[in-house]
């Protein structure tokens, strides 16, 4: 969709009218080697089926699946992907330095109508030959996805442009996110205040605060990213766009009384089982 010798229009407004990241334009192959990039397939995919295996057990299973690593190669991986065991321990948010950290508002709050409660997360995305990163925001109560972004970095400002995305429909009560550098940053906390939304972020050691939106990592990865094997940005956010909008309108889900996000999230169908999120006792 973008002429690089387009005659009247840069390449810089091309972006903006079709929404994308100029970065992402020109994404080249990640230079990891094609050793590196096969594991980090490997161990994107055994993370979603078994997200509490830590660094040992992560090398013990890439070591029974014929691999000659060590552990401090798979730190390094897993580190770089930004993975961690969801099992409680010390550190297991790193934030930047010089960042406000908000308390956690969830504990004891029954959820019970749609903007209420959003959360964001990121989740990196292999590929052919190289990856990228995606970050959604979502809806608690409803499941839908509001907004979401691809990059190739994890620099947080295509958080904030995925941000400003989603509060283009109006803004929630509460937002929620990890402590992460992205979410930590003043760029999206002020974001947020000047919507006047309360912001909540996940205590440490508190791993499964964020629950909903691991649960749309894994949908996500099983039904598209891993069946598909994308070669190319343009494939992958095409795809991208295509499921989101297959799982919005039309994927029904258990929980919602086997109805899709937009008829919960926008009061479609009514008739269907009333939804009720109690978070008392929400894994505290």
Known sequence: MIELKHPQISVRRQCE????????????????????????SRIDQQYTQTPFYGWPRMTAQLRRDGYAVNSKRVR???QFMGLQAINPKPRLSQRG???????????????????????????YLPMIGGFMYLVAILDWYS?????????????????VRTLEQALHGGPPEI??????????????????EAAGVRI???????????????????????EDIYLNDYATV??????????FTFYNQERLHQSLGYRTPAEVHFGVAETGAKVHLNLCNSWS
């Open 17 to 40: 009218l079709i929404g994308l990241n100029r970065a992402t334009l020109y994404y080249q192959p990640a230079t990891e080697t094609p050793l590196n990039l096969e594991l980090l």
């Open 76 to 78: 390094r991986l897993l």
């Open 97 to 123: 330095p010089a960042t406000t950290v908000y308390p956690y508002l969830l504990r004891e709050l029954e959820v019970v109508r749609p903007n209420q409660v959003w959360s964001a997360d990121i989740t």
């Open 143 to 159: 499941r839908y996805v509001l907004a979401w972004q691809v990059s190739n970095t994890l620099e947080g400002s295509f958080c």
């Open 175 to 192: 937002f929620n996110t990890d402590q992460g550098v992205q979410f930590t940053a003043r760029s999206f906390t002020s974001t947020l």
């Open 200 to 222: 909540s972020m996940d205590g440490r050691g508190r791993v499964f605060d964020n629950i909903f939106v691991e649960r749309l990592w894994r949908t996500v990865k099983y």
């Open 234 to 243: 343009p494939a992958l956010q095409a795809g991208l766009h295509q499921y």
